[in-house]
């Protein structure tokens, strides 16, 4: 991948820069970020499987793109797992454009 490739649109799907490695992961339109960095081989934490009642998959975000905001669900999992601000559920987003994503065990 061309440096600057990642800021482009993308048809069908997006990616997803790890920090701080600067590893890269791609995910498929309609793919959660817990599927996309697992299927890239990049470890999230689960206890529910991606169900999105753990919040173990709690990750810091950052998109140029707008975020889906979060599901009630979401954001009852979030504040039970005491997730900080900036924190989403890999689990229960679906970006839409290329983001950032770093977790304090990568
Ligand atoms: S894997 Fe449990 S909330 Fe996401």
Do not use: H, N
């Not at 995910?27 to 499987?49: H, I, M, N, Y």
């Amino acid at each position: 991948m061309s440096e600057g490739q990642d800021q482009a649109p993308i048809e069908r799907g997006y990616v997803v820069t790890i920090l701080p490695t600067g590893e890269r992961v791609r995910g498929e339109a309609g793919q959660t970020l817990f599927d996309a960095l697992r299927a890239g081989g990049v470890p999230v934490g689960s206890a529910c499987r991606g169900e999105g009642v753990c919040g173990r998959c709690a990750l810091w975000v950052q998109s140029d793109s707008p975020l889906p905001p979060p599901s009630e669900l979401e954001r009852l999992a979030l504040r039970a797992a005491r997730a900080k601000d900036g924190q989403r559920l890999a689990c229960q987003l679906y970006p839409q454009g290329a983001l950032t994503a770093r977790a304090s065990y990568w």
